[in-house]
């Protein structure tokens, strides 16, 4: 009995030495990270790029405040210069890409937006999207901030920070990357196509898409920041057709609710721009509202609006308002053009180069969403 009784004293000591010995190397580790909080985080997270001209720079404090890359509920800022050789080095990787075909239950999307001197647009932008029935786990955004003169980061800091430190309802991902395209300088005409403001907005989504695609995305939807309203259900809505591209039809949100078209982008060719453009030099740019004649395109816009609300239609050309595009069509090379491509350049470039690569691309006229 005694020696029992003491055999069940030591193994209590050693339980209790254990434990101790468990919760001091926690603390020791706790305290490392501590003093370096950023060699922690993965080497995608410790480190982002601004690239104000042509040679990319890693982000210093002094640069910009905010300069920042936000993943999950961390928001990353960086403070010094982090050596390339310190970063992990991937050996090995595969998957499988041969799965990823986009008709699984809930499809991972990637939200694409631009913000310049949007700071008033952000909240609302957020609310939208917080407010759909497609599960926010499922869903990653990036937005690219470029020549802003506003508060548009610091509101983006913020916004994030409250979303992502929810206990539900977070987003898979947020991104936020900064480069400036002096898009303030760029003509909107087409008197110098590839100079033009358009071949820059086109640069600048090449941009985005290139430094925010992932491999588990299936989906990718570009989003105007200053859309006003579209259906919670918009992405199943869309989704469900399992079409290359596809738009909704976007108006524009007037105060006396009265019926007027914003986005002129999304169009059927007709026999007169077609024969137009097949006795137009090669370099001539043929969009609608950027010449002096009418091209004579089936706009979407002008289309009936009270058939059926999933009724959808062949598309030639598409805007930017609302777009949503499986991600093996910008994974196999079909980007926005900042060159003229078949008379086009931008998303109507975009379109273009999808359909000539085999694509579908959708509208649908009675399906709408709204635009400040």
């Not at 405040?65 to 993943?71: F, K, L, N, P, R």
């Not at 937006?113 to 952000?122: A, K």
């Not at 989704?239 to 009265?258: A, E, G, S």
């Amino acid at each position: 009995m005694v020696v029992s009784s003491i055999s069940k004293v030591r193994t209590k000591h050693w339980i209790l030495f254990l434990c101790a010995l468990f919760i001091s190397v926690l603390l020791y580790i706790s305290k490392i990270i501590l003093r370096n909080p950023i060699s922690s985080l993965s080497g995608r997270q410790q480190q982002l790029y601004n690239s104000s001209g042509n040679n990319n720079q890693i982000i210093k404090e002094e640069d910009y405040e905010y300069s920042c890359e936000v993943t999950s509920r961390h928001f990353v800022h960086i403070k010094s210069n982090i050596d390339s050789n310190e970063l992990p080095q991937r050996h090995y990787y595969y998957q499988n890409m041969n799965n990823n075909t986009s008709i699984e239950q809930d499809p991972h999307i990637l939200i694409l937006t631009l913000v310049q001197n949007h700071e008033d647009y952000i909240d609302h932008f957020f609310n939208l999207l917080d407010k759909t029935d497609y599960p926010n786990k499922r869903i990653s955004v990036a937005f690219l901030v470029s020549d802003s003169t506003d508060q548009s980061l610091k509101r983006l800091y913020t916004t994030i920070h409250q979303l992502q430190d929810r206990w539900r309802h977070k987003f898979h991902e947020i991104d936020v990357y900064q480069k400036n395209f002096l898009l303030d300088f760029k003509p909107d005409s087409m008197d110098d196509p590839l100079n033009s403001r358009r071949a820059y907005l086109a640069r600048a989504k090449n941009f985005l898409l290139t430094a925010s695609l992932r491999e588990y995305h299936d989906w990718v939807a570009w989003i105007d920041i200053e859309m006003y309203d579209y259906p919670k259900t918009v992405f199943n809505d869309l989704m469900k057709f399992n079409v290359d591209v596809i738009v909704p039809n976007c108006l524009l949100k007037r105060d006396d609710d009265q019926f007027w078209g914003y986005d002129r982008n999304n169009w059927q060719e007709s026999d007169l721009s077609l024969e137009r453009q097949q006795y137009s030099p090669e370099h001539e740019v043929l969009m609608e509202d950027y010449n002096q004649y009418s091209m004579g395109r089936h706009l979407l816009v002008d289309m009936p609006t009270h058939s059926e609300r999933d009724h959808i239609i062949p598309l030639d050309g598409v805007g930017g308002t609302f777009t949503l595009v499986k991600a093996t069509v910008h994974r196999e090379g079909a980007i926005f053009p900042p060159f003229i491509y078949q008379h086009h350049l931008d998303t109507e470039g975009f379109a273009k180069m999808a359909k000539s690569m085999g694509f579908s691309v959708y509208g649908m006229p009675s399906y709408t969403v709204y635009h400040f």
